[in-house]
């Protein structure tokens, strides 16, 4: 049988949604056993882990209604139930429009700094890193308190050596009413790009398994180039060559830049200046129902070992057994931890923020890791970026996604990135 003219390395969202906006004409190389990429749903001792939350937020219609088509009726729709726990409290979400319920001398300097900041903002320069981004819209107690802590946490890098490029879309800038209300504990709506998000009621990996379903073409699992002759123009395995006339590819762009052939040198030193970080999570299973009826909490103080908590088990009560709950738990730390040390620090943390009562309540705590988790919009980033990609482009290389890409983006991004894959190598199709 003639190789197909497409090729497309990764079966997640992505490929799978490239392949799909194709029809036929290509061929899918996966390198794992199975597809779905980071949106994966896994089973321990009956209870079911996404790799941390993996929520579907719907923005575009042909999306949204393909999404519904594929999952919907086995989905909740959520409205979500999300804190900050800090200084002993839980205050509402998002920290910079609820400082109600925070000590009063926090609180205070968090509104004065907003204050400030607002009063200078006209004046002060358009900001160039994330943490100029944050005093100049926040002001310096919610920058002390929240933004600058949560996000080195989050990141793994202090926020001054992040560019302001990543956050407008992302992080909420409340109007100066919000600030004003949630000050005095009067906010009556949610704010954010994530009030309400869809969720299949066995876990996220029921996407990509319907996603596999329609495909028409070939999926080749446990399948990865161990080299791209981008000169001929052929994939090489370690028993063939497959020919392609375009090549889509959702592989992080720094390891495709690896696979190519005699590379341009200046591809390569850009290259290595493309930063990634990886996540430690634990998958933690409980005994008992989650002691706070929340989503999810965000924790920027640094004394704890973590910067998010989230409860799959309040996303869907299908991802547990009935009467536990099950966690994920994001760790700080880029580090391979140390569990004899830290699954007690995280015991004795969830029970000062009553997630648990008493440590036996932990069933178990599994550590685990994803290798690319958060790309760093670092002030290499832009440049490096663009000296890659029109290379590839002019190659046929469509270097696709969330790592494909490089940036910080959505599942639902993941698949309007397939979608628009698709259609320029159709057009580079002979
Ligand atoms: C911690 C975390 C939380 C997230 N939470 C959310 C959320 O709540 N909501 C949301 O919308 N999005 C969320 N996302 C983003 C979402 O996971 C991604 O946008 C999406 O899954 C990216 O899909 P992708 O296909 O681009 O990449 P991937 O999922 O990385 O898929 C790429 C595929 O390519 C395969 N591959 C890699 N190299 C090769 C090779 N050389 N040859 C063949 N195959 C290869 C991989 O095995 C993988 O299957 C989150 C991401 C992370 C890391």
Not at 287 to 295: E, Q
């Amino acid at each position: 049988m003639a190789d197909a003219p497409i090729q497309i390395l990764g079966a997640g969202l992505t490929g799978m949604s490239a392949a799909r906006h194709l029809g036929g004409d290509y061929e899918i190389h996966e390198r794992l056993g199975h597809a779905g990429g980071h949106a994966i749903t896994t089973e321990h001792d009956g209870f079911r882990f996404d790799r941390t939350g993996h929520l579907l937020h719907l923005r575009d219609p042909e999306m949204r209604s393909w999404v519904q088509r594929l999952v919907g009726d086995d989905c909740v729709m959520v409205q979500r139930r999300s804190r900050i726990w800090s200084q002993g409290v839980y205050t509402r979400y998002p920290y910079q429009a609820n400082t109600f319920g925070l000590p009063a001398d926090i609180a205070y300097e968090c509104l004065m700094g907003y204050f400030e900041a607002l009063k200078n903002e006209a004046s002060t320069p358009e900001p160039k890193t994330f943490e100029e981004f944050c005093f100049k819209f926040f002001g310096s107690g919610f920058s002390k308190h929240f933004m600058i802590p949560y996000n080195e946490k989050l990141w793994g890098i202090h926020p001054r050596d992040v560019t302001a490029e990543w956050c407008s879309r992302f992080v909420p800038r409340p109007k100066l009413e919000d600030v004003i209300a949630g000050a005095v504990g009067k906010n009556d709506r949610e704010l954010g790009y994530n009030t309400s998000f869809l969720y299949p009621s066995l876990g996220i990996g029921a996407l990509p398994a319907a996603m596999c379903k329609e495909l028409t073409g070939s999926v080749r699992y446990r399948s990865a180039p161990k080299a791209v002759d981008w000169r001929k123009r052929e994939l090489v395995f370690e028993d063939r060559r497959v020919p392609y006339q375009a090549l889509i590819s959702t592989a992080p762009l720094d390891l495709l830049a690896g696979l190519l052939v005699d590379p341009p040198a200046q591809l390569s030193a850009a290259a290595k200046r493309l930063r990634c970080n990886p996540l430690y999570y634990l998958d933690v299973g409980l005994d008992v129902p989650c002691g706070v009826d929340l989503h999810w909490v965000y924790v920027p103080e640094e004394k704890y070992p973590f910067y998010r908590v989230g409860c799959y088990s309040h996303f869907s009560p299908k991802m547990a057994p009935a009467g536990k709950a099950n966690l994920y738990v994001e760790l700080s730390s880029r580090q391979k931890p140390d569990m004899q040390k830290l699954v007690p620090e995280v015991t004795k943390a969830l029970i000062e923020m009553q997630i648990i009562g008493r440590s036996e309540d932990l069933r178990f705590a599994n550590l685990e890791r994803i290798d690319h988790a958060y790309v760093v919009y670092d002030h290499d980033y832009v440049g490096a970026v663009a000296a890659i990609a029109p290379f590839l482009e002019q190659e046929r290389i469509i270097s696709a996604g969330r790592y494909g890409g490089w940036n910080y983006s959505s599942m639902e991004d993941a698949l309007l990135f397939g979608r628009d894959a698709a259609r320029k190598a159709r057009e580079w199709k002979t």
